[in-house]
């Protein structure tokens, strides 16, 4: 069974970064997307970002040019390097991916990312 193994994370103060990594565990299906979502209290779970295997990536409006996704196909595993974070980008985080030919998803357990002073 394929599992999404979820890293990164955490306290940051406002205009600080983190990292996020997501690696697939135990896949052996060939990857056809991966990418990041996020939910925080009282909404809707949104897209952050996703990347295809060939590198196309798209973006939520609110992220574009502070956060940038990147997938290494080898080690089964997609980034997110978060800058330039505000109080709104607080929520919990969320890996998927589309394995195989008819793109089935995985969810990761969800990491917390929190931007306060």
């Known amino acids: 069974q394929v599992q999404l193994v979820e890293s990164g994370g955490g306290l940051v103060q406002p205009g600080g970064s983190l990292a996020l990594s997501c690696a697939a565990s135990?896949?052996?299906?060939?990857?056809?997307?991966m990418g990041w979502y996020r939910q925080a209290p009282g909404k809707q779970r949104e897209l952050v970002a996703r990347?295809?295997?060939?590198?196309?990536?798209n973006y939520a409006d609110s992220v574009k040019g502070r956060f940038t996704i990147s997938i290494h196909n080898g080690e089964n595993t997609v980034y997110l390097q978060m800058n330039s974070l505000t109080p709104e980008d607080t929520a919990v985080y969320y890996c998927n991916a589309e394995l195989g030919p008819m793109r089935v998803e995985y969810w990761g357990q969800g990491t917390q990312v929190t931007v306060s002073s």
């Open positions: 135990r896949n052996r299906f060939s990857i056809y997307a």
């Open positions: 990347i295809t295997s060939g590198g196309t990536t």
